[in-house]
């Protein structure tokens, strides 16, 4: 059976890069989550999965000034809805290399109902100081909130939002038995890929 590690989390934690550089170190397929959620969104609204379904008619307002938690709610919940649609995608990968697979929809609670081993999956997220300071650098905020009629509250209920989705992928994943990396800024990408090739077993030497 072909190998995939995932690396799941919450967003603005760094996945894209510590997944890149175990592609490009090891020679790995990279899949990113997030390079197909515009087209899973669209997919789940008509196969009528109710959360993608009613995302996809509201409007920015219903979707950025809604109470963070249930945002955050709705956030998973969509991302249970796509899951099946990322894993029919990543079976359908032609060759036989492993696959590094990233994205926040990779939650632990649906990679434990996978099968997914421990030694497969790990859960990144950032500190909320961090997470803030990241999205704050991004040129695609503003476009994102453009239609919204408060885009300052909207950001603000946006990080929340990803600050409540962080501590649920760390429950998620400590109730399944998964490891999971905090971000704060204070160590290199390099500090944290070598963590990740520690827990994936990747590297090492038979003595």
Not at 15 to 39: I, N, P, Q
Not at 55 to 60: D, F
Request: with cysteine; proline share 4%.
């Amino acid at each position: 059976m072909r190998t995939i590690y995932y690396l799941g989390g919450s967003p603005c934690s760094g996945k894209s890069t510590v997944a890149r550089m175990l592609a490009d170190k090891y020679g790995f397929v990279y899949f990113c989550l997030d390079d197909h959620l515009d087209e899973y969104t669209e997919r789940g609204a008509k196969q009528n999965k109710p959360h993608l379904s009613q995302y996809v008619k509201s409007s920015a307002d219903e979707i950025w000034l809604a109470e963070p938690k249930t945002q955050s709610d709705e956030e998973i919940a969509m991302y249970e809805e796509m899951f099946p649609l990322a894993v029919s995608d990543l079976m359908r990968i032609r060759g036989k290399e492993p696959i590094v697979a990233e994205g926040a929809g990779f939650m632990p609670k649906l990679m434990k109902n996978a099968g997914v081993k421990d030694n497969n999956y790990v859960c990144i997220v950032p500190t909320k100081a961090f997470q803030y300071e990241k999205y704050s650098e991004r040129n695609f905020v503003k476009y994102v909130l453009a239609k919204c009629t408060n885009p300052e509250k909207g950001f603000e209920n946006w990080m929340e939002r990803d600050a409540l989705f962080a501590r649920s992928a760390i429950d998620q994943a400590a109730e399944a038995g998964y490891q999971s990396i905090l971000v704060d800024g204070r160590r290199t990408q390099e500090d944290i890929l070598a963590q990740v090739e520690e827990i994936f077993g990747l590297g090492r030497t038979e003595a």
